[in-house]
């Protein structure tokens, strides 16, 4: 096992723990830039490698009252189906394209996450639910249908990038569960990480169905406890540094290893 595996799980870990989102998209080029996996092999290790972060680095969040587990585990099953399309679609694209396409994902993560802590400046986090009509009732029977259709668009799409990129998708679903769902951010931070594992286990689900991929073991197994002690450690960095300036500073990495990535992979195309 390479002695990367550790140092690298751990600031991976540092980043998902402590941003509650995006830490998890440096996970595929580390596995294949710095400890030479094939992109295939290390979009499904990523899986499995997020997959259980997320769901140990979950637990203090759920001690603290930040996840909603119905909320969040009908947000993960409505995203199914967008997990199997895109393990599906992965499993068709030449590695290179996979790799170029993650390049630009990076980019407009980048982008998302500055112009988030741009505008989170000054807000104050609140556990409290803000009073808002429900999405769907019984007794009797009502349905605010765009609301609907907004969390079903965006669960699809969460899923979708889960299953054909190997990621988490957190970038995504925190903004996707304040607008979609109208939870305050600590509890979107805390439920997109239940999320997080509901897609990684359907997209690792879906590819282990659609193909065989041989997977180092040992690295998987360093790489993930080495990321949820980061993950840990994360969550307490929050509480000493403002959040805007760990999304900026993170923004400014996910730019410099997209332009590598995209450094190597475009110039295989051709």
């Known amino acids: 096992m390479s002695p990367l595996v550790l140092p690298l799980g751990l600031v991976i870990g540092l980043a998902l723990g402590a941003l509650g989102g995006g830490g998890s998209i440096l996970t595929v080029p580390a596995l294949v830039y710095l400890l030479d996996q094939d992109p295939r092999s290390a979009t499904t290790s990523s ?10 680095a979950l637990l203090p969040h759920a001690r603290a009252g930040r996840v909603r587990f119905g ?10 189906a967008g997990s199997f399309a895109g393990s599906a679609l992965a499993a068709r694209v030449d590695p290179q394209v996979l790799l170029t396409a993650f390049a630009g994902l990076m980019l407009i993560v980048a982008t998302l996450m500055i112009r988030r802590s741009l505008r989170s400046t000054g ?87 659609t193909g065989s991929t041989d997977l180092d073991w040992k690295l998987i197994a360093g790489f993930t406890a080495a990321a949820i002690v980061g993950s840990l450690f994360g969550g307490r960095i929050t509480s000493r540094v403002k959040p805007a300036h760990l999304t900026r500073a993170f923004a400014v990495l996910l730019v410099a290893v997209a332009l590598y990535t995209a450094a190597r992979s475009i110039p295989a195309l051709f």
């Open 71 to 80: 909320q969040g585990l009908m947000f993960g099953a409505l995203g199914t």
């Open 47 to 56: 899986l499995l490698i997020v997959g259980v972060t997320s769901l140990i």
């Open 123 to 209: 807000v104050k986090g609140d556990l409290e639910d803000p009073t808002i009509e429900p999405i769907l009732t019984f007794h009797p029977i009502t349905c605010a249908c765009p609301r609907l259709a907004k969390v079903v668009v965006t669960a699809t799409a969460v899923g979708l990038l889960t299953g054909f990129f190997g990621v988490g998708g957190g970038f995504v679903l925190v903004p996707a569960l304040v607008l979609a769902l109208s939870f305050p951010m600590p509890v979107a931070v805390g439920t997109s990480l239940l999320v997080i594992a509901v897609n990684s286990a359907t997209a690792l689900t879906a590819r282990m169905t």
